[in-house]
């Protein structure tokens, strides 16, 4: 006899401990789509229930079932470097078939588009990945879904969709099948600001004979997000078009956004800084020799977020320096992984970039 699972995370049901993941009350045990008492919380309540526990064991969980699969290996155009190291190969033993870059409608102007897709293309070669093709979208507007769409009508083998922790891959498949023609049940797709949504494998028919399946959001421990409440979780996590905001900054100035990084400006020629985060990020720049006292008597209230109370303000802020010289016309990205970049546009710079105790910090050509 199968074990029942949650048709919302793909969690295996109990009524044993309401403590425990897949906790469903003994009434319902049985009934058709019922959903664990954390999915018909966060549906019907936006309620977040959390647990105490491991980190689940994804290798053992994804083990074989991508064979005879296609992988579709969906990435977060406002988290790049987080999903770009996440290969599924590494975890699945297989290589993606397709990539797709969700979340094209943060993008300001798409023109971007093609520089966005040469800098994905670069680094999947850098990794040796040959994806069949490779796709850049907005699942919440529908933004290039009609190649995908045409792609998954024409499958003759199951589908697998693999991603990090808020790519976005439920509201990916509630569009896909919507524009397949069927209606998704929204319990089974369940879409909200909570890492780890999925905790398990759930199987989706969207044919008669060919199923997707979705797998558990992928958390990795140098992204910024799967730290966060859920309140400042809704704040970090942009839902509309991006809006830079441009500062200029010499030397001996730093730059904090919200009380999440903070960017001392070392060395260089005065010139711009360009933030792409979420409008929900409060931006503030200071003196160098005030930066030591905001970092620890103003997060959490002038910089926010976190927000007072939260556990993240307990976390203490690591430094990694970055320096650089650019070729003429040349910008660079300081990205910091699950809180947007910042774009830098003179010829040098030193800086001290500085994040909460193991969140990753990149220096990459501009993407904008």
Known sequence: MHAEVCPGCGAILQSDDPNKIGYIPKAFH???DALCLRCYKLVHYGEVITYEQ?????RSMLEGVAIGKIVFWLIDLFNLETSLNMHPRRLLGEDSSYVIVNKGDLLPDPRHIPRILDYVEKRLREQGSEPEGLFLISASTGLGMEPLTRLFQSLDRDGLIFGATNVGKSTFLSRLLTMLGQTPDSPRLTTAYVPGTTLGLIKIAFSEKLSLWDSPGLVLNDDLTTRLS????????PRRKL????????PGQTLFLGGLARIDFLEGPLQSFVVYASEGIRIHRTKQVRADYLTDHERGKLLVPPYPGEKILSVPFVRTTLAWRNQRGEKKDVAIHGLG???LTGAHAVLDVYTPEGVGVSLRPALI
């Open 30 to 32: 049985g009934s058709e």
């Open 54 to 58: 491991g980190d689940p064991s994804f």
């Open 230 to 237: 859920p309140r400042a979780l809704k704040a970090v996590i």
């Open 243 to 250: 809006k830079p905001h441009t500062y200029q900054l010499h």
């Open 341 to 343: 970049w910042v774009t």
